[in-house]
């Protein structure tokens, strides 16, 4: 394999996590900065009440979200097999 064919399937490989990533990252970023703003208006301070709901929308995303991952997932794979058999 050439420096340009690593680099083009390291590319691959970091897009296709971001791609992967994204939703729960942008949904945790959300409820976070909701919660916050509910924590500072009402001026309640305490770190647990930010745990519980960001869980539940985490774990509600990837319920919803885990199909578009898991395709995402597979495509790569796919990509890299190919890639493998082909020799290069």
């Known amino acids: ?3 340009p064919e690593v680099l083009d399937v390291s590319r691959d490989a970091i897009y296709t ?7 729960v990252m942008v949904v945790g ?4 900065v909701v ?18 709901p ?8 990837l319920i919803i979200a ?3 991952m898991a395709e995402k997932l597979h495509a790569e ?4 097999a190919a890639r493998i ?3 290069g």
């Open 66 to 68: 885990l199909p578009f």
């Open 35 to 52: 919660i916050s703003l509910f924590q500072a208006l009402t001026q309640i301070q305490e770190m647990t009440i930010a745990f519980v």
């Open 54 to 61: 960001k869980i539940l929308a985490v774990f509600a995303t």
């Open 77 to 80: 794979m796919l990509r890299i």
């Open 85 to 87: 058999a082909s020799g």
């Open 17 to 23: 996590l971001i791609m992967v990533a994204s939703p």
């Open 1 to 3: 394999m050439t420096g």
């Open 29 to 32: 970023l959300a409820v976070g």
